[in-house]
């Protein structure tokens, strides 16, 4: 999923992936943060790219890489091509 959190119809998005992973946001705004609460109660996996502290920190069930996005998205990538 990549979006900007504009509309609700990301809970439908959530429901429908097998994971979320979330970059480059501390989750301060509730609609943000509820995507992240929505799926942790599907049982979904959170994976949060970011650096210094976000909201979900100490959620049970989200695994944090805590760096730069830019850093570690190209890596990320060689790896997966």
């Known amino acids: 999923m990549l979006t900007f959190l504009r509309s609700l119809s990301r809970f439908r998005d959530v429901e429908e992936c097998d ?17 992240v609460k929505h799926a942790l109660e599907l ?5 949060i790219l970011n650096t210094g502290p976000t909201r979900a920190d100490e959620l049970p069930g989200i695994e944090k890489v805590d ?13 997966l091509l």
Not at 43 to 47: A, T
């Open 67 to 79: 760096g730069m996005s830019g850093s570690v998205l190209p890596g990320v990538v060689r790896t």
């Open 19 to 35: 994971r979320l992973l979330v970059i480059g946001t501390t989750l301060a705004t509730y609609s943000a943060f509820r995507i």
């Open 43 to 47: 049982k979904k996996p959170v994976f």
